[in-house]
Nanobody
Framework: QVQLVESGGGLVQAGGSLRLSCAASGRTFSSATMGWFRQAPGKEREFVAANRWSGGSTYYADSVKGRFTISRDNAKNTVYLHMNSLKPEDTAVYYC?????????WGKGTLVTVSS
């Protein structure tokens, strides 16, 4: 079983920055594809960023490219989402995701609110 716990959300003004963290436990973290998704009020959950364990390739949604950066520390079993130049439309609950052996695991989410 995999447990994912997000932290770092909060209220920030437009143009500001936040760093989200996701601590993983329970399974081999270094071989997992780790990602972040978000869900805004009244909208479906959408992909934000991901990092593959193999080769370290990273992927971003077009809406966050150039502003958000995903990184991971395998020694700490933690994945981060560095968010810069935040916009009100980035307001959402952000969820950490781990893909291990074709099984998706999810955290409970952390709320990010960007005020204009």
């Amino acid at each position: 079983q995999v447990q994912l716990v997000e932290s770092g959300g909060g209220l920030v003004q437009a143009g500001g920055s936040l760093r989200l963290s996701c601590a993983a436990s329970g399974r081999t973290f270094s071989s997992a594809t780790m990602g972040w998704f978000r869900q805004a009020p009244g909208k479906e959950r959408e992909f934000v960023a991901a990092n593959r364990w193999s080769g370290g390739s990273t992927y971003y949604a077009d809406s966050v490219k150039g502003r958000f950066t995903i990184s991971r520390d395998n020694a700490k079993n933690t994945v981060y989402l560095h968010m810069n130049s935040l916009k009100p439309e980035d307001t959402a609950v952000y969820y950490c995701n781990a893909l291990i052996n074709a099984i998706n695991y999810w955290g409970k989410g952390t709320l990010v609110t960007v005020s204009s």
